[in-house]
């Protein structure tokens, strides 16, 4: 996996407003999610809102130090909303 280019295509899709940071948010999302990124070290809270999103049937992938991906501090949670970002995005991960 380049984390590199994960990292550049994650702030591509923050900058375009198709990420959702965070499980409060998510929690309550009612609209289409095409992806969904966990921190490896979420969590008994999060991994409960991993949970209820499993029957979405969405892809989820963990991934290690979610947080400096995403240059912020504690971002364990994020969904993508778009589908061509969210295809690209899981096509780096699975690399």
Request: aromatic share 8%; charged share 30%.
């Amino acid at each position: 996996m380049d984390r590199y280019k994960l990292q550049s295509y994650i702030n591509i899709a923050k900058k375009a407003g198709y990420v959702i940071i965070g499980g409060d948010k998510l929690y309550n999302y009612k609209k289409k999610l095409y992806l969904i990124i966990y921190d490896e070290d979420a969590g008994k809270n999060t991994l409960k809102i991993i949970e209820r999103l499993k029957t979405k049937d969405v892809p989820i992938v963990s991934i290690e130090n979610l947080s400096t991906l995403m240059n912020m501090t504690n971002c364990k949670l994020i969904a993508i909303k778009n589908k061509n970002l969210s295809d690209i995005i899981y096509n780096i991960i699975k690399e």
